[in-house]
């Protein structure tokens, strides 16, 4: 069964920063596409990024566009999610998402196409 590891979530005041790292004991992330989601209470869930797995390239949503990076290790097999300037409405568990084929580039940060999913870790921004 493929696994998905998120670490790096926590307690930052507004302005910090945190890094989300993703890991899998059984998959090679570089051959997957692989997408950040999050879910706040009472909201739907959202792509917040995505990194594709044939040119690297990027995709962000309009809210953390240059505040989050997203980019692979891949001598470690992970992909991490830089989160700059955070804002107590970035409050969210944080999963990380794999797929093996995207429908098209509108389709990365929808969750439709995503095959194996993390079980979240929690980011709280407050002061």
């Known amino acids: 069964q493929v696994q998905l590891v998120e670490s790096g979530g926590g307690l930052v005041q507004p302005g910090g920063s945190l890094r989300l790292s993703c890991t899998s004991p059984g998959l090679t992330l570089y051959l997957n596409n692989i997408a950040w989601f999050r879910q706040a209470p009472g909201k739907e869930r959202e792509g917040v990024s995505a990194i594709d797995n044939s040119d690297d390239d990027t995709y962000y949503a309009d809210s953390v566009k240059d505040r989050f990076t997203i980019s692979r290790d891949i001598a470690k097999n992970t992909v991490h999610l830089q989160m700059n300037s955070l804002k107590p409405e970035d409050t969210a568990v944080y999963y990380c998402?794999?797929?093996?084929?995207?429908?098209?580039?509108?389709?990365?940060?929808?969750?439709?196409?995503?095959?194996?999913w993390g079980q979240g870790a929690q980011v709280t921004v407050s002061s």
């Open positions: 998402a794999a797929a093996h084929v995207i429908s098209s580039d509108q389709a990365y940060l929808k969750p439709d196409d995503y095959d194996y």
